[in-house]
């Protein structure tokens, strides 16, 4: 995030695309509805499905799963045409205009009708919205990124909001809201095939010279490692061997079939986790954990606050904290001096990550601080940006459209969306295990607009087949409004009507993240 959660208080317009805010970020999606009730901010609602928060839009676009570039890229196309751009912002601190200004030339009101399903009045609407209407922020989630095109979605997102003048100010900026409680301290970490810790690559010599020094080895010459979605089907051929943390592949990977396959090939599987899993049950060697309530460690969080955890129990016999056993493996494998303490580890972070330099235990003690913080008396930054770019001037990135992996066809109509519901959590290793959420909603289902339920022969709580190329599951229909005709819905935390068994597996290019936000289906009604 450019910007903090708390800043969304001072915008006058959201723009807010791809995040089921209240579902899957409730706190934040609590703030999000105070700042529009008590504090006048309009928002702009981009969603297939009538999310809660289209109850308090000014303006929903409810486009089609999979064409977020038209969309996006029409409204600056309209904003352009009619000069609401900011056009002395653009000449001061941005570059390549007239090359994106070419590209976007195509995506006429017209034809992004066509493509998205919006109808143009409301396209102008929204354009005029977000240029004219304040200082305005981006916030999105996964169901931008999880898309074939998934890069290109987030660069049009960072062109809408450059070419509006948002990006550098308070209240303003490019938003992702993170799917996880540690996922941005995971990838601020090095957990990234590219780079070491501070997204620092891996192939610059003067890094690796750096972290050669620290840990008292000679300087090798490291290339980028494989991405989670090539190490999966590269088992049990190129990889032989797979360690994984807190990850649950057989529920949580597209095409998860496949995914399965390609485990049970392995030579060596190691699972470390809190649960036994379903990809525990495949695994040679399971390793227990500790969970985040019995141990000490940090946090870095979506608004890139570095926040302390503190240890409250003392983990159950035989599991031992993540940091521990990791230090057994490396020790075992000839690793001399492996930092065993959470201050020894920290010491090595701060003293090889830039934006975490000027952080110290005792400066965490209160509320955390925002990165980068690079000296000892650095205050945080809650907004970037400010005044200028880290590579000068910010890049207006041209676009083109692409279709998403698969389309509804004759064989398979439905347009298959997943995510995440209120009540429960990713592969559900967790909330399935906590006996309210679970109570809430036990089994998986489908959501499905009441005109395909009619043409079906569906009511609420029947049993229906959701296929794909992939494979089917059965599970209970749920007859809803929020749906579009022709499109339906399957959450992912139910390992017995997983939908995972019917994702594609089709990647992004450039980031290799899977399309789980849209692929072709087919609903059928089950006889009991």
């Known amino acids: 995030m450019t910007n903090s959660l708390s800043e969304v208080a001072k915008s006058d317009v959201i723009f807010l695309i791809g995040s089921n805010t209240t579902w899957c970020h409730p706190v934040f999606g609590y703030l999000l509805k ?257 969970a985040f309530a019995e141990k000490k460690g940090t946090y870095t969080n979506t608004e890139r606050r570095v926040q302390l955890s503190r240890k409250a129990f003392e983990p159950p016999a035989g599991a031992r904290e993540d940091c521990a056993i990791i230090a057994d493996i490396a020790t075992r494998l000839g690793a001399k001096d492996f930092p065993r303490t959470m201050a020894g580890l920290w010491q090595e972070i701060v003293e090889l990550t830039p934006q975490y330099a000027g952080m110290t235990y005792e400066r965490l003690e209160d509320c955390g601080l925002q990165w980068p913080c690079p000296t000892a008396d650095h205050p945080g930054t809650p907004f970037l940006h400010k005044g200028k770019f880290a590579r000068g001037k910010a890049l207006l990135s041209p676009l083109t459209y692409r279709a998403p992996a698969e389309e509804p066809d004759a064989e398979f109509p439905i347009r298959l969306s997943t995510g995440r519901l209120l009540q429960h959590y990713h592969t559900g290793s967790m909330t399935r295990r906590a006996k309210v959420l679970d109570s809430l909603v036990p089994t998986g289902q489908v959501e499905i607009s009441p005109a395909d339920a009619q043409r079906l022969g569906v009511r609420t709580g029947d049993r229906v087949r959701v296929s794909t190329r992939r494979g089917s599951i059965v599970t209970f229909a749920q007859v809803v409004e929020r749906v579009a005709e022709g499109a339906a819905f399957v959450p992912f935390h139910f390992q017995e009507a997983s939908a995972n068994r019917l994702t594609n597996d089709a990647l992004d290019p450039v980031a290799a993240i899977p399309e789980y936000k849209v692929c072709a289906a087919r609903l059928e009604r089950v006889e009991i």
């Open 34 to 290: 105070q700042a529009v009730r008590n504090r006048g901010a309009k928002l702009i609602v981009c969603d297939p499905r009538r999310i809660d928060l289209v109850e308090f839009a000014d303006i929903w676009l409810q486009h089609r799963n999979g064409s977020d570039v038209a969309l996006l890229s029409g409204l600056q196309h309209i904003i352009m045409r009619e000069g609401w751009h900011a056009s002395e912002y653009i000449a001061e601190r941005t570059e390549n205009f007239e090359e994106y200004r070419k590209s976007m030339e195509w995506f006429t009101p017209e034809r992004v009708e066509e493509l998205t399903g919006v109808p143009q009045d409301d396209l102008y609407a929204a354009a005029e919205l977000f240029a004219r209407g304040g200082r305005g922020a981006i916030y999105y989630c996964m169901g931008v990124t999880q898309h074939t095109h998934g890069v290109d979605n987030v660069k049009a997102v960072s062109n809408l909001s450059l070419i509006t003048g948002n990006l550098g100010f308070e209240g303003g900026g490019v938003n992702p809201l993170r799917g996880q409680s540690n996922v941005q301290g995971a990838c601020d970490m090095g957990c990234l095939p590219n780079v070491f810790t501070g997204y620092q690559p891996v192939t610059s010599p003067e890094v690796q010279d750096r972290f050669a020094k620290r840990w008292g080895s000679q300087p090798t010459a490291p290339k980028p490692g494989l991405t989670a979605t090539a190490m999966i089907p590269a088992s049990g051929d190129r990889i032989k061997a797979l360690y994984i943390m807190g990850e649950n592949p057989i529920v949580s990977d597209p095409n998860a079939n496949h995914a399965e396959e390609c485990l049970k090939k392995l030579d060596l599987l190691i699972v470390q986790d809190i649960f036994l899993t379903e990809t525990a049950k495949l695994a040679d060697v399971v390793l227990p954990a500790a």
